[in-house]
């Protein structure tokens, strides 16, 4: 039996062979432990005449080198998964949610030895012409306290270049959940491009009256025929401050992600094969499968399956104003028009 193998005939007669006697011993004791239930470790270190705290310690050495081989197939799954565009943080959260326990530094660490820390991000191109002498609109966004869905939506263009030219992304995310909840591509900046993703946006959201609909003051969402359909659908417009990215933070965040995850890690053959794979990054990958830090490390989908899904946005809209004093501004601004010159707001 198991006991009997361990008896002083084995153990050697020089320290080299008495050391691997023991290590022979503990390896047994920690094998058949999980089948020995009701024997304790104490009574099995006694039978088989070793040390209970020369087992533990010897476990102690052992178990961290077997840990980390476990948790570097785990993370080399994931960085496969999906394709390298996780950071150590998102990818503790990925491990955590399969029952690992796991610290934010070690998986840094691991990652950093086999070399599959997140690509870096390239510098932004600005794409916004606020010079021009359209109406623009109070920066409503700002001071909302969201309680859920379809209350604030927020909106961006960007440049993405390929071989031989350039070509433009649109997208409008729910400034609640984070999802993208419309967006399109084209090759030139003129209005029916930020238009198609806000009538991409209405079609998959049916937004209830009183959405705040945040931008920056590009010319492209000041304009006549982007501004009318959002009257059209009882949106509020609401526009960033001059110059300050801030203003519209997650819409700057998707962009950055994108690029870094998708756009920079990829080649495109034309502007089709882009179109599909910004559709499956978007579609498939960001909004239902992405972890976002922002959302306690849940997908977009995931964080908007937790709350009710529709809530009535003109709560969140005029909350912010139920305690103060109204001025003309303020009144304007909630009708969604403000008359006055750019850069005075």
């Known amino acids: 039996g198991f006991f009997q193998r361990c008896l ?64 570097r197939s785990a993370i080399q799954a994931i960085a496969l998964e999906h394709k390298r565009r996780y950071g150590y943080r998102r990818i503790t959260a990925e491990l955590r949610r399969r029952g690992m326990i796991v610290n934010h530094k070690r ?46 939506w927020v909106a961006d263009i960007t440049y993405i270049r390929l071989k031989t030219e350039f070509v433009y992304l649109a997208v409008i995310l729910d400034g609640y959940s984070r999802k993208v ?22 079609t998959q959201r049916r937004p209830p009256p009183g959405l705040v609909h945040h931008s920056d003051r590009g010319v492209q969402y000041a304009g006549s025929d982007y501004v009318g359909l959002l009257r059209k659908h009882q949106m509020i417009p609401s526009m960033s401050r001059p110059a300050n990215p801030y203003d519209n933070a997650s819409c700057e965040s998707f962009i950055k992600t994108l690029k870094r995850e998708e756009i920079y890690a990829n080649q495109y053959r034309d502007l089709d094969h882009l179109r599909a794979e910004i559709e499956a990054f978007i579609e498939e990958y960001y909004n239902r499968c992405r972890l976002h830090s922002a959302l306690g490390y849940l997908s977009p989908e995931e964080f908007e399956q937790t709350t009710e899904v529709g809530a009535v946005s003109s709560g969140a809209t005029m909350t912010f104003f139920k305690h103060e004093e109204r001025g003309p501004l303020e009144e304007a601004a909630l009708r969604g028009i403000r008359r006055a010159k750019p850069g005075t707001i």
Not at 22 to 40: A, C, F, H, K, W
Request: hydrophobic share 40%; with cysteine.
């Open 8 to 71: 002083a005939k084995s153990r050697g007669s020089t320290p080299e062979e008495r050391r691997f006697w023991r290590e022979g011993v503990y390896d047994q004791i920690r094998e058949v432990t999980p089948q020995q239930g009701s024997l304790p470790i104490e009574r099995m270190c006694y039978l088989a005449q070793v040390s209970r705290a020369g087992f533990y310690r010897w476990l102690q050495e052992r178990e961290p080198v077997e840990e980390d081989m476990e948790v």
């Open 107 to 152: 998986v840094a660490r691991l990652m950093r030895e086999d070399s599959l820390l997140g690509l870096q991000p390239r510098a932004f191109v600005v794409t916004t012409d606020s010079h021009h002498s359209l109406e623009v609109y109070l920066n409503l966004a700002g001071r909302m306290k969201l309680t859920g869905t379809n209350q604030l």
């Open 181 to 202: 909840v419309g967006w399109a591509l084209e090759r030139t900046l003129a209005s029916r491009l930020p238009l198609a993703a806000l009538q991409d946006a209405i």
